[in-house]
């Protein structure tokens, strides 16, 4: 069964960090473009970064840069988000998806392009 599954969100401090995970099934996820995505409240979901096949990350916004690592892709069929300082702003459900063009170029922000989608984590940040 194809699946992806995030987890590792929860209600943070600002200035804090968290760690999520996406963790895939049924296909091998360093093969993919993994495209990160949130959506907070009353928003619109949006693209905030993109990692293709060859590892390359694109960020899609300039509030997360420096801020959001990618890593993982190859590693036990696992991505991970490392978020540091977090800020009441970063407060969302957060998504990741799959692409198999394996291309940020062709999936990017593009939601209709990501073939798998995870059911999103919770990421919280206050005080």
């Known amino acids: 069964q194809v699946q992806l599954v995030e987890s590792g969100g929860g209600l943070v401090q600002p200035g804090g960090s968290l760690r999520l995970s996406c963790a895939a099934s049924g296909f091998t996820l360093e093969y993919y473009a993994i495209g990160w995505f949130r959506q907070a409240p009353g928003k619109e979901r949006e693209g905030v970064l993109c990692?293709?096949?060859?590892?390359?990350?694109?960020y899609y916004a300039d509030s997360v840069e420096g801020r959001f690592t990618v890593s993982g892709h190859n590693t036990k069929n696992t991505m991970y988000l490392q978020i540091a300082n977090l800020k009441p702003e970063d407060t969302a459900v957060y998504y990741c998806a799959a692409d198999l063009s394996g291309s940020c170029a062709v999936a990017g922000k593009r939601e209709k392009e990501y073939e798998y989608w995870g059911q999103g984590t919770q990421v919280t940040v206050s005080s």
């Open positions: 990692v293709d096949s060859g590892h390359g990350t694109t």
